[in-house]
């Protein structure tokens, strides 16, 4: 998964977790493009503590991540719900009963995981 994306999604499912100051640090930095000098400037702190808190906050965010492994099972559910988007098109084209059939696994197989 590229880098940036990867980033989104775990500040989107643990970001919380950090405190205000590290998420508007965090944010300036990933989301906002700003430089770390831009940062340190507005925050009053070094370069390099712009740099440490960005790769602590990148660190807690990874480390919730590994434990917790919200960003996986989410993004293992958005692919079967785009295979039974596949398979209800496919259905729509040929009314093949095994379209309905594999749907009905997936989704099935989504409702154990929850």
Not at 57 to 79: G, I, N, P, Q, S
């Amino acid at each position: 998964m590229e880098q940036k994306v990867a980033q989104a999604y775990l500040y989107d499912f643990y970001g919380e977790l950090l405190n205000r100051r590290q998420r508007k640090i965090y944010e300036d930095f990933v989301f906002n493009d700003l430089s770390l000098g831009e940062i340190a400037e507005e925050e009053g702190i070094s370069r390099q503590g712009v740099h440490d808190m960005v790769k602590r906050c990148t660190k807690a965010l990874e480390d919730y991540e590994a434990k917790l492994h919200l960003v996986e099972k989410f993004l293992h559910t958005r692919e079967r719900v785009q295979q039974i988007h596949s398979l209800a098109r496919e259905f729509r084209k040929t009314h093949d009963e095994t379209a309905l059939d594999r749907m009905e696994q997936l989704s099935n197989a989504i409702l154990e995981e929850l």
